[in-house]
């Protein structure tokens, strides 16, 4: 089966989708042990797109203690070198 058009948002999506094909075959390639190891033996933690992933977080030594810095305020005239008015 074949598709033939001239609307570029189907040429570059099938472009795309091809592309990302050919990567991911290269990775698998490369890297399939490793994500066997990471995702499950047929790959289920990478192909379950819609379950949430919980993320570990690593706080500084000083939001830990709840302690933050703080950022500098900066006048613009200490940017430019210049007053605002033009002078």
């Known amino acids: ?3 033939w058009t001239h609307n ?9 989708y091809i592309t990302h094909d050919i990567i991911a ?6 890297f399939g042990p490793q ?8 790959w289920e933690g990478l192909r379950n797109v819609m379950v949430k ?7 500084s030594p000083a939001r830990q203690l709840g302690k933050r810095k703080k950022k500098k ?6 940017i430019s070198g210049a007053s605002c008015d033009g002078r």
């Open 1 to 3: 089966m074949a598709t």
């Open 8 to 16: 570029r948002g189907m040429i570059n999506l099938a472009k795309d």
């Open 25 to 30: 075959l290269k990775l698998v390639k490369e």
């Open 35 to 42: 994500i066997s190891r990471s995702f499950g033996k047929k």
């Open 53 to 59: 992933e919980a993320k570990t977080v690593r706080l």
């Open 73 to 78: 305020t900066l006048n613009p005239r200490e």
